[in-house]
């Protein structure tokens, strides 16, 4: 018959559920608070600009409300610092104390509340039940460009962490789509790029700088979007046909507290957990790094003679077009084992924290450079969780090694265009 056996076997079952109903039901059903809701949110023309407004307002939001409470964490792992460095006699011991734990521990603290933040606006959304909806309105885009609807809920994870967005593709029917998914899915700006957005953007746009957010997070859907459609046209494996997206839409509902609450906290523990696993073994091995050898930096004051400058000094040459110093790039090289350590690398190489570490950073580069960063940050290897997790649902080293390089090219390509625009724009 020429059409989907899928789509028509479901539109045969509504059609008898419709005949059904209008034999027991009298009179018209009347217009529902639900139904007039749905007829805005899920407008062919205005759903798409609606879902664009409110994930606006959920990075204002994010950006505007947390920043008092970011800068009261700032000031007590500040004063910390300043304590142990006084009143500690043995030198590497209050280096430690105060470079390695106060200021790595603080640098990367202070983005709890943002982070945090951003999870409540989520569940607020999740729990309205417009998430959802958003879902619906988005397949349409999502289809004609490459992807499968049900590929928007792994990619929407992905806003939290790439690593349970990955896990969540096992709801992709087909092996085609599922593995498209996943090697898009690291495009999508996950918390812990957040923190790297705040103190760079923060110390360079000034009040432009939830704008320059937000451009990140909507620069990696569109790349994961031309991505998909590049993969879909270019490699032969991906060419199968798609199966339709279809789904229930819930009802709409008024969230309770202690549910968004609740929400919150499963999502933003796991940047704590991280914080006091994985990010402070990496802190350790930075702070070494940054104070040794111990005679020529100093004790950690001439950084720039330490091992870890040594790194950054040997890759600078290969990032150079773009306008990174070699501080630069030794933040983004340890970023790949978790990205909130880019920020703690720029602390240790700093010598600062808190304020102190957004004028530093401020000095190290222009808006353009600043936009080129966040994007190399946003696009290039995701981090070792992720990779381990592509490996592990994939079952495939050729795709995870597809995925670390295509990103990396893919990193460079956008940053070098960031920064040849703004130059032809004449920005500096």
Not at 115 to 142: C, K, P, S
Not at 390 to 416: N, Q
């Amino acid at each position: 018959m020429g059409e989907n056996p899928e789509v028509y076997l479901i539109e045969k079952r509504y059609e008898l559920i419709h005949s059904i109903v209008s034999q027991v039901m009298r009179g018209e059903r009347p217009l529902t608070l639900s139904d007039m809701l749905d007829k805005i949110f899920l407008h062919k023309v205005f759903g798409i600009p609606i879902f664009l407004a409110l994930w606006w307002a959920l990075f204002r939001f994010t950006f505007d409300v947390s920043a008092p409470l970011s800068d009261l964490i700032d000031l007590a792992f500040s004063k910390l610092g300043e304590i142990a460095m006084t009143h500690v006699p043995n030198e590497r011991l209050a280096s430690f104390l105060a470079q390695g734990i106060c200021a790595g521990f603080g640098s990367v603290l202070v983005f709890v509340p943002p982070i945090f933040f951003m999870f409540l606006g989520l569940a607020v959304l999740e729990d309205t039940g417009y998430l959802a909806r958003a879902a619906f309105v988005v397949d349409r885009v999502l289809y004609k460009l490459g992807l499968h609807g049900k590929s928007f809920i792994p990619m929407l994870i992905g806003f939290g962490c790439n690593v349970p967005a990955v896990m969540a593709t096992r709801t992709i029917d087909t092996e085609q789509d599922r593995v498209l998914t996943i090697l898009v899915n690291p495009l999508m700006s996950c918390s812990a790029r957040l923190p790297v957005y705040v103190l760079v953007g923060g110390a360079v746009l000034g009040a432009y700088a939830a704008a320059g957010i937000y451009g990140m997070y909507l620069l990696g859907i569109g790349l994961a979007v031309c991505m998909a459609l590049l993969f879909r046209k270019a490699i032969p494996f991906f060419k199968a046909e798609r199966p339709a997206f279809i789904m229930e839409l819930p009802l709409y509902a008024v969230p309770t507290w202690r549910g968004l609450f609740m929400h919150m906290w499963e999502r933003g523990s796991d940047f704590l957990r991280k914080a006091g696993t994985i990010i402070f073994a990496v802190m350790i091995v930075l702070w070494f790094l940054s104070t040794h050898p111990w005679a020529a930096t100093h004790g950690g004051v001439d950084v720039a003679s330490s091992y870890m400058a040594v790194i950054g000094r040997t890759l600078e040459p290969l990032f150079r077009p773009l306008g990174f110093d070699w501080r630069c790039v030794t933040a983004l090289f340890f970023g790949f084992l978790a990205k909130e350590v880019v920020v703690e690398t720029f602390g240790l190489l700093t010598g600062a924290g808190g304020a102190d570490l957004r004028e530093a950073v401020s000095s190290l580069f222009t808006p353009v450079k600043a936009l080129a960063f966040m994007a190399f940050t946003l696009i290039y290897v995701p981090c070792v969780a992720t990779l381990a997790a592509i490996y592990r649902e994939t079952g495939s080293l050729k795709w995870t090694l597809f995925a670390v390089v295509y990103e990396l090219l893919l990193a460079y390509a956008v940053s070098l265009v960031i920064v040849v625009v703004g130059h032809v724009l004449g920005f500096p």
